[in-house]
Nanobody, 126 residues
Framework: QVQLVESGGGLAQPGGSLRLSCAAS????????MSWARQAPGKGLEWVSG????????YYKDSVKGRFTISRDNAKNTMYLQMNSLKPEDTALYYC???????????????????WGQGTQVTVSS
C-alpha cells in the first residue's frame, strides 16, 4: 500500500535550518509529482512547495521563496525540503503528499493530492 513517511522535524532557532525528508513506498515514486504542505496551530492546511515527477520543475509559496528548496532522489524514493532562514511563522506540522494522476502541476490545490504522510513537527523559537 502507499506509504509516505516524513522525518527531520524538530526545534530550530529563528534564522536556523532544518531538512525534512519524505520516504515513499508502495508506488512508482518516479511517476508522481509531489508536494509539501503544512498546518500551523489553529490554521488550515496550506501548500508550501511542489516538484515534478522528474524534478525538472519546482514551485513555491511566496512566503518561502528564496528560503526553502524542494528536491527529490527518485533512486531513493525520497523527497526533501531544505528550510533555511527559518522564521517563527514557519512553525507547523509539515506533510508530504502525492499529486493524483488526474493532475499535472503540483500546486496549491489541496484536494488534488490523494495520499498524505502523518506529518513531522517543525517548531521555530528562540
Amino acid at each position: 500500500q502507499v506509504q509516505l513517511v516524513e522525518s527531520g522535524g524538530g526545534l530550530a532557532q529563528p534564522g536556523g535550518s532544518l531538512r525534512l525528508s519524505c520516504a515513499a513506498s508502495g508506488f512508482t515514486f518516479s511517476s508522481y509529482a509531489m508536494s509539501w504542505a503544512r498546518q500551523a496551530p489553529g490554521k488550515g492546511l496550506e501548500w508550501v512547495s511542489g516538484i515534478y515527477s522528474d524534478g525538472s520543475d519546482t514551485y513555491y509559496k511566496d512566503s518561502v521563496k528564496g528560503r526553502f528548496t524542494i528536491s527529490r532522489d527518485n533512486a531513493k524514493n525520497t523527497m526533501y525540503l531544505q528550510m533555511n532562514s527559518l522564521k517563527p511563522e514557519d512553525t507547523a506540522l509539515y506533510y508530504c503528499a502525492r499529486l493524483s494522476r488526474h493532475f499535472v502541476t503540483p500546486g496549491p490545490g489541496i484536494s488534488e493530492y490523494d495520499y498524505w504522510g502523518q506529518g513531522t513537527q517543525v517548531t521555530v523559537s528562540s
